[in-house]
């Protein structure tokens, strides 16, 4: 800001110079034309042969009007228009015009008409001035621009560094990762106290590696750590070390540490050290020289002949499997911490953490959103509840609903429903169908998951989906889960198959999932009849580039038959799943035919139409709760419009206190400001008093 504020003042000076000078020109300068500029010797010599009849002078500048042949025409006055100009350079010159002038006689009565200006000639002595002090100016600016040009030049291999010194997060704003808080706590115990580590001749880690998926809290953690132990907090990205020019991603790292050693005890948080830290010689050709010259110094840094005391290095990568090893080893990154996905109480501390803010709905229960976010990382939690947040505000509504969040969690899966989308009568029986095939092999097979949501409408790339949440955190998928996921897949293109008597292109998605499931299961888990504990996978590795080049390890015989066995796999489940569809044949129509109406349905109607209930009953049930949203919404308004007048009133009432003490109202102004409060309060008593009642006769 200071630096924007002093080209603008520079900008300032330069133009008000200018304009005072234009302005002084202007004012002090006579108009018109001046006529031809002459020397001094040949004005002299006019005005001695007695050619002239006027002038005029002012300053150290005449003017001139010849007596015969002038140029001056009737309608122009002498000395804005004239004949000859000239300019004397010396006191002694302008006495000698001045004598001159006035002792040349043309006849006994006439004499040369000499007059002067008696405003001083201000242009003539400020021209040189200001002729002085532009080129001071423009010097000051130059040399001004140079200095800034050289500081830039000498700031290139500067740190880019952030530095915070009063980080306001704290352990306690951090949920789902109580094993990651602990191992942390121990970096800020040292920072506060570290006489209790040496004394026993400890040594706390020089640096800490947080590994885990985006979205996972890494940044945040490091930002704990520096809140809880109050040190300064050094942030910098593992792309900002690297340049162009070589050199400057060491000058760089130099610098960061010399920083850091000013600020000790201190905190160096590097995000994304994947960015500098990759494993040398990996590149194709060779590796990047810049980059493992900066990887070179960091190592130095970290471990090397300086002690670096009081100085804690923080890194964050979601790729440690390309980190260097160097970088890796003990007295460099000592300590790795794997900051995972948070499990359904870590979702449900995040969910209040996140909530806290915001006008949730009392309805709104935690632990079951915990469930169904299964998979979610912090950062996605908090998005969901973001857009729920919107979603809510677009409809008009006082408080966030359960139907906000769940859209919040299929924008964020899928994206936004795309409802303005034009879809025929034929394809939208398609997708009822397909996506119907779907919910009913989800709810029959054994190992699927709970169906949260079928939808016809297009959404992110499908034209329809059906959503399963998981009702567990399971961490390993069996034998039987495996096929079940399989065979649900395989729902829409049967139901297609067996309903709509053709097949269309909507089940490519499902085709290949299900393919690449049944080929990890034979390659990589083992779980193939024909080869049974055996490994097939792609295990050797060419490393150029890491991801470069797979090699296999078997024939291509053998490649065949794991061809095959995928086969195999995919056609038991497809049999397995027709017949599954064949035996719940009604239930399927009257979902299709549900969906076609409404669109789209939840595990409630889903449950109904499984347990035999025909449409009818549906959609009466479906409009019923709709009503009772709508009415409970209404109602929420209404005592949202009450509380907002209360306290209009209370505020009313609070002046009308203050003016009545000072006389400027009556005391019958302030009871009637009183008694309208008094109302108000009654009637939201009396709003209030059902809804204990019918809060009582629910806990009966």
Known sequence: ????????????????????????????????????????????????????????????????????????????????????????????????????????????????????????????????????????????????????????AMTFGKSKARQSNNVKVRFSDIAGADEEKEELAEIVEFLKNPKKFTALGARIPKGVLLVGNPGTGKTLLARAVAGESNVPFLSISGSDFVEMFVGVGASRVRDLFDQAKRNSPCIVFIDEIDAVGRQRGAGLGGGNDEREQTLNQLLVEMDGFEANEGIIVLAATNRSDVLDPALMRPGRFDRQIYVHTPDVRGREGIIRIHARNKPIDEEVDFKTLARITSGFTGADIENMLNEAAILAARNGRVKILMEDITEGINKVIMGPQKKSMLVTDRDKKITAYHESGHAILGKMLEHCEEVQEVSIIPRGGAGGYTMSRPSTDDNYMTFGKLNDEIAMMMGGRIAEEVFMEDISTGASNDIQKATELARKMVTNWGMSKKFGFMNLGSSTEIFIGRDYQTKNNYSDKTSAEIDVEIQRILKENYERAKDVILANKKALVTMAEVLLEKETIYTEEVDMIISGKSKEEVFEMMDKKQAEQKEKEEKRKKEQERLAKLQQIEQKLKTAEFYLKNGKITEQDYQKILEAKQEMEKEINETDEPKEKEEKKDEE
């Not at 002459?38 to 300053?59: C, F």
């Open 1 to 152: 800001m200071d630096h924007k504020r002093r080209k603008i003042n520079y900008a300032y000076i330069i133009i008000c110079v200018l304009l005072i000078g234009l302005f002084m020109y202007m004012a002090f300068s006579p108009t018109g034309n001046p006529g031809n500029e002459i020397g001094y010797t040949q004005a002299k010599q006019l005005i001695e042969e007695k050619k002239i009849s006027d002038v005029w002078y002012r300053g150290s500048t005449f003017r001139l009007k010849l007596k015969t042949g002038s140029s001056v025409q009737e309608n122009q006055q002498f000395p804005e228009y004239a004949d000859y100009y000239f300019s004397v350079g010396s006191q002694k010159e302008f006495d000698t015009i001045i004598e001159v002038t006035t002792n040349v006689v043309f006849d006994d009565e006439t004499t040369i008409n000499l007059t002067h200006s008696d405003v001083v000639d201000y242009w003539s002595y400020l021209m040189p001035a200001l002729y002085i002090g532009g080129i001071l100016l423009f010097l000051f600016i130059f040399f001004k621009m140079m200095n800034r040009s050289n500081s830039s």
